[in-house]
């Protein structure tokens, strides 16, 4: 599903109302391919919003 959203133009990089990113949601929940697919697709760990 990620994948699809993210071919439709979903933004990698958003930030959820606790100043989350996709990336570093994925990293805390311990899910290595939603991780892997967010880097394919340009999220940054280092920018910061």
């Known amino acids: 599903m990620a994948g699809l ?3 439709k133009g979903a933004d990698v990089n958003v ?3 606790r ?3 996709p990336l570093q949601c994925a990293k ?3 899910n290595e391919n939603m991780a892997y697919l967010l ?3 340009g999220e940054s760990e280092n920018e910061k919003n």
Do not use: F, V
Request: charged share 40%.
């Open 19 to 21: 100043g989350s990113k």
């Open 39 to 41: 880097k394919r697709h």
């Open 5 to 7: 959203l993210i071919a």
């Open 28 to 30: 805390e929940n311990h």
């Open 15 to 17: 930030m959820d109302k």
